[in-house]
């Protein structure tokens, strides 16, 4: 009788690792695609500032700062291009 409550325990504990690790996992990746989605939507933010007529660069400058940042592993090298020129070409009196 010890021996089949041992194995029940060890199988009980093995499970619930198994369970811990899978959850853990499954945050993970959920917390990735936040961020992913975090980035894409300050990207569209970002377009939405340059494309406006009273722009504020000093504002831009600073999204651009924080969006290669904070979102490096989620932009591609369109996107950094893109940024950079958002950077560069923003005059801080426009």
């Not at 504990?13 to 853990?24: D, E, F, G, T, Y």
């Not at 894409?40 to 500032?49: G, H, P, Q, V, Y």
Request: charged fraction near 30%; include cysteine.
């Amino acid at each position: 009788m010890k021996k089949s409550l041992f194995y029940f325990a060890a199988f009980l504990l093995a499970l619930a690792m198994l369970i811990n690790c899978s959850v853990k996992d499954a945050v993970d990746d959920l917390s990735e695609t936040q961020k992913a989605l975090d980035c894409a939507n300050l990207m569209l933010d970002i377009d939405e500032k340059w494309n406006d007529q009273d722009r504020n660069c000093t504002e831009i400058n600073a999204d651009v700062a924080r969006i290669l940042d904070t979102c490096n592993d989620f932009i591609d090298a369109e996107q950094k291009t893109q940024l950079e020129f958002y950077a560069a070409n923003c005059d801080a009196t426009n």
